[in-house]
Structures are given as structure tokens and as C-alpha cells.
């Protein structure tokens, strides 16, 4: 099926591109009251990631009300640990939780690496059904997270605000870890190729927390991984190039060794100016970002000036997808998201030639 709109698939790989395009993280979620209906008539949030006709719905509902440039397939990066025997649930107001974190070497010794097709197959069946039901509108973007993020979850047994028990596993018992993340490794690399082969465009690794790790520790246990299921990524797919997007939060001192990596586009944090990250990665990839999501919560004023800074600090050229740098949070007025993908339309085509 021909792809109507493919200016996401050429900014991230470089090429000319009249506009900026737009896309943004978490577009499918909780600030949208569609998205509530939807999840209140699911009964969990488990089982709407693991029907592929609601997840396939909350997929879509951002792009009947907005005029972005790509889905992303509507899962949650704990899928894989959930797969891996951990029984994923989530509390109101706590977050995700596991049945069985990883509380010992055995744990890890004996933790399955997965067939994907067999548990996560949800998945897969969401990303073809999703595929079709877009009828070649935009493209479909994959997601996983990177090992060590789900790392963190799996041994600290959800959320942290300190990961003591994930750090005291790296620097107590290095080979244990190393072994932990190369199944991670091997399975993120599956379950990607999987949502290709389904029939995702592109793909982002989200590394969620290696911004928690030292600059030592976030090459080891972080960027080597992540570095490692790129190389083992499926980069072509129904004739076109299928690129890879990595987004490490609080990384911004890690820009180059990222670029280094062979991926095609680099998410970059609100901590940085897009202007000194393009300085320090040169034309090796593209950068997406890299809003502040709280600028969302100030009137469309601020919104439009602050979406004209950031296309500013970019500058000229192609190469930029615009994004947050975090998620949307659930308290944005859908109406504010409306006035930022406007200002992006109207202000992005001065700075393509």
C-alpha cells in the first residue's frame, strides 16, 4: 500500500522534506477523554494492550483529531518483562508492579527468553491490524524499551526514584547483570523485527532511564545494548528503509557515543538545545525533540513562541522531527496539543529550503 504521507520516514533519514514533521510521545493516552472511554471499557489497562482491536483504536483516536505525521502502536514497554514470566499488573496511583521481580541470580539463570509470536503475538496482530486500518495515511512507528529500563523495573519491582537495587546488581555483581541484559538484548531485537516484519515503518528504543547511571555504567550496561540491537535490527522493509530511532532521557553528555551507534535519529531531552546537539552529532543522524511537555499546560501563546524557539534552535535544513522531549502528560487540555501541531505546520516550512 503506497504511503501518502512520508515526510516522518525522510526527515529521519536526512532527506529533503518541505515541513517539519510532527509526532508526539504518548499521543495515545490519558489526556484524551477517547482514550478514557476506551480504557474504562476494557476493564484494565492489560487488556487493552493485549486486545489488538482496542489498542489498534487508541492507536488512531490522536489522528482523527489531529493532523500528525505518524502513529505509534499503542503497548507499554513492560510487555516484554510481563512475557518473560514476571506477570505485569498496575496499582491506581502506583504504576506498574510485578508479580515475581528478579530477587536472585537464579531468577535471572532461569528467566525464558520469550517466542515472541507465542506471547507477545498481541502485539504483532495489533501492528497489522493497525497497518491496515491507517490505509497508508502516515506510518506506524514500534517501540521498545531498552534493556537496561526494563531492567530497572524487573529488579526493583516497578517504578524507583533511586534504583538502588538495579545499581547494586551492576556494581555487586556485574556478570549477573550482563547476563540479564543480554537476554533483554536478544529479545528487544526479536520483538522489533517482529513489529517490522508486521509492519511498523520505524522503530524507537526508549531508554528511559540511563540518565539514572554514571558515565562509566551508562556504557556498559546502557549504550552497549542498546548499541548491540541495532546492529541486529531489520533496516529494510517492503522496499523502504526502516529507520531507528533512539531516545535515552538525561543522556545529553552521551549524544555522540548514540550517534555512534548506527542508528538514524537521536530523541534529545528538553535539557539540551537542539542547536548544540546538532553541532556535536554533525550530519551523522537526525534529531527529534525537543519540547518541554510541561509548556503544554501555558496558554497557545506560549505554546506557538516556544514551537518557534524550538524550530529555531535547529535552524535551517532538514533532519528535525518535532516531538516533546518526555511524554505528553495527563493533565494537557487536548486543545493546547492542537495549537502546537498548528504552530509547527504554519512556522516549519521557512526553514526548508
Not at 489531529?66 to 518483562?81: Q, R, W
Not at 517490522?196 to 555504567?217: C, H, N, P
Not at 538525561?250 to 546538532?278: F, K, P, S
Request: hydrophobic share 40%.
Amino acid at each position: 500500500m503506497e504511503l501518502k504521507n512520508d515526510t516522518l520516514l525522510k526527515a529521519l533519514l536526512r532527506q529533503p522534506v518541505d515541513r517539519t514533521p510532527v509526532w508526539i510521545m504518548r499521543q495515545a493516552g490519558r489526556y484524551l477523554p477517547e482514550y478514557l472511554k476506551t480504557r474504562a471499557e476494557a476493564g484494565s489497562f492489560m487488556n487493552l494492550c493485549q486486545s489488538p482491536e482496542l489498542a489498534c483504536e487508541v492507536t488512531l483516536q490522536p489522528l482523527r483529531r489531529y493532523d500528525l505525521d505518524a502513529a505509534i502502536i499503542f503497548s507499554d514497554i513492560l510487555t516484554i518483562p510481563d512475557a518473560m514470566g514476571l506477570k505485569l499488573f498496575f496499582v491506581t496511583g502506583e504504576g506498574p508492579k510485578f508479580e515475581h521481580p528478579i530477587r536472585s541470580a537464579d531468577d535471572i539463570r532461569n528467566l525464558p527468553r520469550p517466542q515472541i509470536d507465542e506471547s507477545l503475538g498481541y502485539v504483532m496482530d495489533a501492528v497489522a491490524l493497525t497497518r491496515r486500518e491507517l490505509g497508508g495515511k502516515v506510518p506506524l512507528i514500534g517501540f521498545s524499551g531498552s534493556p537496561w529500563t526494563l531492567a530497572t523495573y524487573m529488579i526493583e519491582g516497578g517504578s524507583s526514584k533511586t534504583f538502588s537495587k538495579a545499581k547494586k546488581l551492576i556494581y555487586q555483581d556485574p556478570q549477573m547483570a550482563h547476563m540479564l541484559l543480554e537476554k533483554l538484548a536478544g529479545t528487544v531485537t526479536d520483538y522489533l523485527n517482529a513489529q517490522i516484519e508486521s509492519g511498523a515503518q520505524a522503530v524507537q528504543i526508549f531508554d528511559t532511564w540511563g540518565g539514572a547511571l554514571s558515565s562509566q555504567a551508562y556504557k556498559e550496561f546502557s549504550l552497549h545494548y542498546m548499541a548491540q540491537i541495532v546492529s541486529g535490527l531489520k533496516r529494510e522493509s517492503e522496499g523502504r528503509k526502516v529507520p531507528v530511532i533512539l531516545f535515552s532521557k538525561g543522556c545529553n553528555t552521551q549524544l555522540e557515543a548514540l550517534a555512534d551507534t548506527g542508528c538514524d535519529a537521536l530523541g534529545v531531552d528538553w535539557t539540551i538545545t537542539l542547536d548544540e546537539a546538532r553541532r556535536r552529532v554533525g550530519d551523522r543522524v537526525a534529531l527529534q525533540g525537543n519540547l518541554d511537555p510541561s509548556i503544554l499546560l501555558a496558554g497557545k501563546n506560549v505554546i506557538r513562541r516556544e514551537v518557534g524557539y524550538t524550530l529555531e534552535s535547529f535552524g535551517q535544513g532538514d533532519g528535525h522531527v518535532f516531538n516533546l522531549g518526555h511524554g505528553i502528560t495527563p493533565d494537557v487540555d487536548p486543545e493546547h496539543l492542537s495549537a502546537l501541531i498548528g504552530a509547527v505546520r504554519e512556522l516549519s516550512p521557512g526553514y526548508h529550503s
